[in-house]
């Protein structure tokens, strides 16, 4: 009764421009302005931009016509987010010095504030024509290629940044995560990777365990996960992620411990906590189920899957009429949720409200007219009802819908044996024991309709199979008593 799994995947990285640093100020004899440049440089290093600007202005005071302190000032106005100002600068400085591709880069990268981003990449490109070999105009390009929805010259772009200065760990991570976007789930990994070989990154590490998972490959989506977590054991997403690797696995006690370990982290993960949930059911501990998807519910109230399961859990410890609430409440939140129609009529049913179970599966076969489940479903409430001319019609639904439906097959030959309809019976019990070969109750049933039909020494062999199939299954012992006791009378 279960649904999907749910998970967190690592948040994405911001990615960055490459504001490039303007060359240092040669050095001239009674030059009042070089100690203020200098300071600027100073200043943009430690990131006081405002001082920055400040001492540059001076410099330019007394170097008016310098294309690198105009670089400076452009690439301090970038940065304070003022793109006019930056304009005007670095086109000033791109005047002066036409050669400079640290300018026409800078600029761009102003453009592209304003998000003018036909004109940035005229300028990306023309750093690069002014310089080939400038991996700061090629790396912006093709992140500008990649915000204009240009994912094939993005990569293109990227590649040839990357062929300048394969060592880059951020060029690798934001080319990643363009391929991710586009679901170019194999190269993603091979750009994570190669980040991963420059510098063990918790975040890259979690996020190669995301693609790991899935690409379906468990076994390294555990060791990323694993390794992120020995760096840093409070990543919430890697908890998450891990623990949905170990819960594919079927290692739910570890899957427990991770999803744990999240929800202790984070008061606020939905996921954690539902998904712990989903571990304790799979380890039959209803009890902790329950109260998982109870505190899952205490942060998103609506979520129908987690009533859905809520419900499941009380279902599975005898909590039939506390479970109605749960799955009438996880109708509500998502009408077409039909797994939430056909555990409401099951949990109806087993508090022994069998007319409102009655509805309730007319209900489901109604919303989900193709579902093989809620036909079967109404006709096992009629079956239980003693209706079987109403079950027969709704089992034949099933069948057309789903053909591999044992259970419908098994009913639907006992209606027809009662019916003394032999041929079709015997039909359905052999349709059922093709699906199952050791379907104890098909095997004694068709023993029965063969019986029926005369056939005894075929039926011994049914009511013989099944008592090997369950040594306890009384029926079968009792019909091969009976049997041979009648074959040895009339021999």
Request: glycine share 6%.
């Amino acid at each position: 009764m279960s649904m999907k799994l749910r998970g967190s995947a690592a948040g994405l990285m911001v990615v960055a421009l490459l504001m490039s640093s303007c060359l240092l100020a040669v050095a001239q004899d009674d030059d009042p302005g070089l100690a203020k440049f200098n300071e600027g440089v100073a200043f943009y290093e430690a990131g006081q931009l405002a001082e920055a600007n400040t001492a540059f202005l001076a410099a330019l005071e007394t170097r008016p016509d310098d294309a690198i302190v105009l670089c400076w000032l452009g690439s301090v106005a970038v940065r304070m987010n003022q793109p006019d100002d930056a304009v005007n600068y670095l086109t000033r400085a791109i005047e002066k010095d036409p050669t400079y591709e640290v300018s026409y880069n800078n600029l761009g990268n102003a453009y592209l504030a304003k998000n003018d981003l036909a004109k940035a990449e005229e300028l990306y490109l023309k750093a690069a024509e002014v310089a080939p070999e400038y991996f700061d105009a090629w790396y912006n390009l093709a992140n500008l290629y990649v915000r204009g929805g240009k994912f094939d010259k993005a990569f293109n772009t990227y590649n040839t940044a990357l062929a300048l200065n394969p060592g880059d760990f951020e060029a690798h991570v934001v080319f990643g995560h363009a391929l991710r976007k586009v679901g170019d789930t194999a190269k993603a990994i091979r750009e994570f990777e190669a980040a991963r070989g420059i510098r063990a990154d918790p975040g890259v590490l979690t996020i190669l365990g995301t693609l790991y998972t899935k690409e379906g490959d468990l076994t390294m989506a555990i060791q990323a996960y694993e390794a992120a977590l020995q760096i840093d054991a409070n990543i919430v997403e890697a908890h998450i992620g891990l623990g949905l690797a170990l819960y594919s696995t079927k290692d739910y006690t570890a899957a427990v411990e991770h999803w744990r370990s999240a929800a202790d982290l984070d008061a606020t993960s939905f996921a954690a906590r539902y998904n712990l949930g989903l571990a304790y059911a799979a380890m039959q501990d209803h009890a902790n189920a329950a109260e998982a998807y109870a505190e899952a519910l205490k942060l998103k109230g609506d979520d129908a899957n987690c009533l859905n399961n809520l419900g499941s859990a009380l279902f599975e410890q005898d909590k039939a009429a506390e479970a109605v609430e749960y799955f009438r409440r996880a109708i509500a939140a998502k009408p077409d949720l039909e797994l939430a129609y056909v555990n409401l009529a099951l949990a109806l049913q087993r508090a022994g409200q069998k007319g409102e179970a009655l509805t309730q599966w007319q209900a489901a076969v109604t919303q989900f007219p193709g579902s093989a489940a809620t036909h079967r479903g109404l006709a096992n409430a009629h079956y239980d009802a003693t209706d079987y001319d109403a079950a027969l019609p709704e089992y034949v639904k099933a069948l057309a819908i789903n053909d591999n439906d044992l259970e419908a097959h098994n009913n639907a030959g006992l209606i027809y044996m009662r019916q003394n309809n032999l041929t079709e019976a015997v039909v359905h019990f052999r349709a059922a024991l093709k699906i199952s070969p050791d379907y104890v109750y098909a095997l004694n049933n068709l023993g029965v309709a063969l019986e029926k039909q005369g056939n005894a020494e075929s039926a011994l062999k049914y009511y013989q199979k099944a008592l090997e199939v369950r040594p306890d299954y009384g029926p079968a012992r009792k019909n091969i008593e009976r049997l041979q006791k009648q074959m040895g009378g009339a021999g």
